[in-house]
């Protein structure tokens, strides 16, 4: 038994999930994520169906820290950056540009 279930203190802990589409991403924002205090709980590696340009690969990370409350304000953040108006004509044009493997983390 650890002091704090001795003592009846419980520690309190925020989650995070993180998505990338190859290992290579995923390690790197790991060890990013690392430094921060973040330590990861479990890996999930999903197959996605096929679709008319292949089948398609997702890791999935959850991770967990000490509870601090940042966890809840990132995920606000990334609330609000959802209920943004829809793209924009030439958006799609400008997507197609960008690297399908890279995923950005909210700060």
Do not use: C
């Amino acid at each position: 038994m650890s002091d704090s279930e001795a003592t009846g203190n419980k520690k309190q802990w925020e989650y995070m999930e993180i998505t990338r589409k190859t290992e290579g991403y995923l390690l790197n924002d790991l060890n990013d994520l690392g430094l921060e205090g973040w330590e990861l709980v479990t890996v999930l590696y999903h197959k996605l169906a096929s679709s008319g340009m292949g089948s398609a690969d997702a890791w999935v990370a959850i991770l967990k820290r000490p509870f601090s409350g940042q966890a809840m304000k990132k995920m606000a953040g990334l609330e609000k950056a959802r209920d943004v108006a829809a793209p924009t004509e030439g958006a799609a044009e400008a997507a197609e540009d960008e690297n399908p493997d890279i995923f950005e983390l909210a700060d």
